[in-house]
């Protein structure tokens, strides 16, 4: 039997000495995203709370929708006009209609979905959207 050469041997000492557990590691995803990790258990809350009294729930829900989807939000509200314009009027009147019907419905969660969008930059800057996120990596030309 030969014995194999020493490059070809593993090498001990990188390996750390003890492995992280599964729930040790949840716990260091939850410390390093603490505000998210904040907003996550009140989201859960708030879906246990719809269930027993659906404005305020939804409000709750809403809220944390708007605060973490407000720059998608305004996105959509700037290009509504190219969509009246390429699908035609009547699209947008469905589509409207369905927006108040649902805010009607669900008036707890359209109320804090509104009031989470437009409190966002109180709670810190806005979250850039995957166009401004390419943008922000696209080299800058210099004159």
């Given amino acids: 039997m030969t014995v194999p050469p020493e ?3 593993p090498n001990l000492k990188d390996e ?18 603490f ?5 996550y258990i009140i989201l859960a809350l708030s879906l246990i709370y ?27 509200v700037r290009q509504f006009r190219e969509f009246l314009i390429t699908d035609g009027i009547f699209k947008g009147f469905v589509l409207i209609a369905a927006l108040v019907a649902f ?8 109320l804090g979905l ?5 409190m966002r930059p109180i709670f810190g800057h806005a979250q850039k959207t995957g166009e401004e996120e390419s943008k ?3 080299p800058t030309k210099n004159p």
Avoid: Q, R, W
């Fill in 114 to 118: 509104f009031l989470g969008t437009f």
């Fill in 35 to 39: 505000l998210d990790t904040i907003a």
């Fill in 103 to 110: 805010m009607i419905a669900a008036s707890g969660l359209a």
């Fill in 50 to 76: 719809t269930c027993f009294n659906s404005f305020n729930g939804g409000l709750i829900a809403g809220f944390i929708m708007g605060l973490y989807f407000s720059s998608y939000v305004f996105k959509i």
């Fill in 16 to 33: 750390p000495e003890t492995k992280p557990t599964f729930l040790g590691g949840i716990i260091n995803l939850f410390k390093g995203n």
């Fill in 136 to 138: 922000k990596d696209e």
């Fill in 7 to 9: 490059e070809h041997k």
